[in-house]
């Protein structure tokens, strides 16, 4: 399946809204855009879930490494849009304690 990738911005957020899987084979896509953000200074990123249908290993890697990388540039990085399935996979892993999750209708004031 393919990955389809676009953004916007609210303040000081990138948003970047992620369809379909992620996994070994579109994962590098995924990587490629978070480092092109980080590098042109947005390290502010929430990664928007909602309309992901499965996500592998490789997927989960990437956005820990997307977590490292907007720290390590003084920024944030966080998920929204999580399906049960997904929070389900956050916390069987431990992950729901490194990849903050947002509601993105809430004020982004909230999401530090």
Request: aromatic share 6%; proline share 2%.
């Amino acid at each position: 399946m393919m990955l389809t990738l676009s953004y916007s911005n609210i303040d000081q957020w990138t948003i970047l809204h992620v369809v379909g899987e992620v996994d070994m084979a579109t994962g590098p896509q995924l990587r490629q855009e978070i480092v092109r953000q980080v590098s042109q200074g947005n390290s502010h990123i929430v990664v928007d879930l909602q309309n992901v249908d499965f996500i592998d290993s490789t997927g989960l890697g990437i956005l820990v490494g997307g977590v490292k990388r907007a720290r390590s540039n003084g920024g944030e990085f966080r998920c929204a849009g999580l399906s049960n399935t997904l929070k389900e996979v956050f916390a069987l892993t431990g992950l729901d304690s490194v990849l903050l999750s947002v509601e993105l209708d809430q004020d982004p004031s909230t999401w530090t």
